[in-house]
């Protein structure tokens, strides 16, 4: 339900554009700001959408991004858990984020990562530095 | 060096409207002002085709040293802007052509800028990156131009300070700042978002000198001249950020 804290084992995944995408394909710090307007960092809330493995997550994951948005060739896909993520920012910063479920009517696995904004810099290169898989957002053909 | 646009209205727009208007345009050198006017040029060639929505304007670009150019479409004696009867949106358009110059022209201008300098040693490899990032915004968000300029005037007054810095990883942040970043091997770190008017954030994670495997991580505001010596004098940055 909308407002509700993500389970701490489960994972989102957030889609990085081309322009945050590091030359050596890492994705950059930059993937994790707030675009203007933004109250949160926007991800997909993987274990939600029930599919058995990554792989079809990763493909539903890609169909909602799609939908959305127009994927550039250099544009990931970061996989991230939501308790590592939120631990590390906070044993590394003193800094609480969160990661909370905010379903749109057209996306209910939509959520998002809170409270970045206090020190936006250093928290998206803590979080940065817990991504766990990168996937292109492009299917591979 | 400055260049003014100077354009006359027709009678239907309001009557608190001035009819003739001055836009003083400044150009740092002659070269942005030929771009300017071609870009006024380009503009011109796409809006033809939209000719005899029915109000009549005229563009004049006034170049300095007795230069001077008139933009009529041909053909007719003084239609340049095909404007709305409705819509009273003459000045409004005028700076939406300065401001699109702005994005697509001056973005390349202060690239091609920083690519030439003799003194950046990374030059060519910078200016390279930044191309590549502003095409990757013209494909993945053909609609809006999301490098900010003020960022990358910002950026380029940096290396002009820095000549020596090594080649960073350029990336964008959303609202198109440049963020340069630089890592060592061990495990220090400098990441710097460029703003407008010479300011930086910055986030540094150092090792910390008296318990192993700690990291010291720090974030900060300054300006592109003094962000350096700043860093530096606390953390020594300048033995894995300078060639």
């Not at chain 1, 909308?2 to 701490?8: A, T, V």
């Not at chain 2, 053909?75 to 404007?83: A, C, F, V």
């Amino acid at each position: 339900m909308k407002g509700d804290r993500l389970p701490p084992s489960d994972h989102i995944a957030r889609y990085c554009g081309g322009s945050h995408i590091s030359e050596d394909g890492s994705i950059a710090p930059t993937a994790f700001h707030l675009r203007p307007g933004e109250e949160y960092v926007s991800a997909q809330w993987l274990e939600y959408l029930r599919r058995k493995d990554r792989s079809s997550e990763i493909r539903e994951v890609r169909r909602i991004f799609n939908e959305k948005l127009k994927i550039g060739i250099s544009a990931r896909i970061a996989v991230l858990n939501c308790g590592q993520l939120c631990t590390h920012v906070e044993q590394a910063s003193g800094l609480n984020i969160k990661v909370l479920h905010e379903p749109a009517a057209d996306d209910l696995s939509h959520c998002g990562i809170h409270d970045t904004a206090q020190d936006e810099d250093l928290i998206a290169e803590l979080i940065a530095e817990k991504i766990l898989e990168t996937y292109l957002a492009v299917e591979p053909s | 060096m400055d260049s003014q646009i100077f354009y006359t209205k027709d009678s239907w727009f309001p009557s608190d409207e001035s009819r003739d208007a001055t836009i003083p345009v400044h150009f740092s050198n002659e070269r942005q002002g030929d771009l300017f006017v071609t870009g006024i040029n380009q503009v011109i060639e796409c809006f033809d085709r939209l000719k005899g929505y029915g109000a009549q304007s005229t563009l004049w670009s006034y170049l300095p040293a007795n230069t001077e150019t008139r933009q009529d479409l041909p053909g007719e004696s003084s239609s340049l802007m095909p404007i709305d009867p409705s819509e009273v949106l003459t000045k409004r358009y005028l700076f939406d052509l300065l401001d699109a110059w702005r994005c697509e022209v001056e973005i390349y201008d202060l690239v091609s800028h920083i690519g030439q300098s003799s003194e950046i040693i990374n030059a060519t490899r910078i200016a390279l990156r930044l191309y590549q990032l502003q095409e990757i915004l013209g494909e993945e968000s053909p609609d809006n131009c999301d490098m900010s300029s003020d960022s990358l005037r910002s950026f380029r007054d940096f290396l002009a300070f820095h000549p020596r810095v090594r080649y960073p990883d350029i990336t964008l942040t959303p609202s198109g700042n440049i963020y340069a970043r630089w890592k060592s091997d061990n495990k220090s770190l400098l990441s710097i978002q460029f703003l407008p008017e010479r300011k930086v954030r910055f986030v540094s994670f150092i090792p910390n000198r008296k318990h192993a495997n700690e990291l010291n991580r720090i974030s900060g505001n300054d300006f592109v001249d003094t962000v350096m010596d700043t860093l530096n004098r606390a953390y020594g940055v300048h033995n894995w950020v300078m060639e």
